[in-house]
């Protein structure tokens, strides 16, 4: 999606020299980038720390200067891009207009919104992949670390689902949220990885049957 | 669910001796019949060989006459699990109302089939999660066969969709419908789990968000 570096050792200032603590923050974004970079270009395929190291330009002990392992690296990687997901699709979800939502009517806000979820499983493949797949097994700091990004985005989805009841007056238990918004991130995410398994091309079309699912089930 | 054990000793007649073969079915029966009395007890836990063995009162290396590895007797299980619950899912969606799918009704047959896939799902909860987990593995005979049944169930439902927009002369693709079952399949999984994982209690409210959701998506 976009660069993870905020802050590039060309963009500041000549002559000001960097303190300790800048320095290293470069070297772990330059890390992180360059697992993305890796992870991007693999396909399918992971990555090791020496890989990683050698893709940032430094010597591999660095690399445990700031990670740990690789699980370790991958958590902040995840972070890094889950962080600006869940903007990006809050943002997406306040453009929705409730009463065409209500009356199950088309709604392009909210297949904008399905279409930064699927862009971002699609963009990420290899990411997309081992969130599914650790948040499934029962004990790891990576396995937490994704059923902590599951929950916040559940999370923030049961709170759209009340806005949305609010403004309908419509009473719903919390526990029924909390089974649409496991229901929405379920199917988005087969749906994600349906298209990678090449079952089905078309995005827009993907895109189509995720909103209209969704506007028929909350209507 | 039911006794996988089909032919049991008892119920040979008296007099006649077991043939080879017949003493290895009813051995390989009992492996089986051991290790999901295992997995149903252990609450998420998994079970080894021997312990499995020692449940089938069996030696050891008898186990490995009949199965390869642990993942080896888990495709059994699962192959003895899901063979079953495939007949049952088929026979429940056979009596679903057509035309009140397709006026968007209530159909007592439709929550049928839910409730028969999600209590799949909770009475062997490790077998559940195994094959959830072991799906998105990339490569070992298990996970191939967890990917098999995910594509038999797919299959199943795609044809059952075929058959709805036959009856309803409604033209969609079949990329269209292959989307419909991966979603419909995910959102009862991801349902079960949430139970599982303690998100929500109550079944019937589970299998009525389940068929609402499925109604409203295909009407």
Wanted: charged residues 30%.
């Amino acid at each position: 999606m976009t660069d993870v570096t905020n802050a590039r050792i060309g963009e500041v200032m000549p002559g000001k020299p960097l303190s300790r603590e800048e320095t290293k923050a470069i070297t772990r974004r330059r890390l992180i980038e360059a697992a993305l970079k890796l992870a991007d270009a693999g396909g399918g395929r992971s990555f090791t720390a020496s890989e990683v190291a050698r893709e940032a330009g430094v010597a591999q002990p660095t690399f445990y200067v700031h990670f740990r392992d690789r699980d370790d690296l991958l958590k902040a990687l995840g972070e890094s891009q889950i962080d600006e997901l869940r903007q990006e699709l809050a943002r997406a979800r306040a453009a929705i207009d409730l009463e065409a939502m209500a009356g199950g009517h088309p709604d392009e806000a909210l297949r904008e919104a399905f279409r930064l979820s699927v862009t971002a499983m699609l963009e990420h493949p290899m990411l997309f992949r081992v969130y599914v797949r650790e948040r499934t097994h029962s004990d790891s700091p990576l396995a937490r670390h994704c059923r902590g990004i599951a929950d916040a985005l559940r999370e923030d989805l049961v709170t759209d689902l009340r806005t949305l009841d609010e403004h309908l007056s419509r009473d719903r238990s919390d526990a029924e949220r909390t089974m649409l918004a496991d229901a929405i991130g379920a199917f988005t995410e087969a749906l994600g990885l349906g298209h990678l398994d090449g079952r089905y091309d078309d995005l827009e079309e993907i895109i189509d049957v995720l909103a209209r699912f969704t506007r028929s089930a909350l209507a």
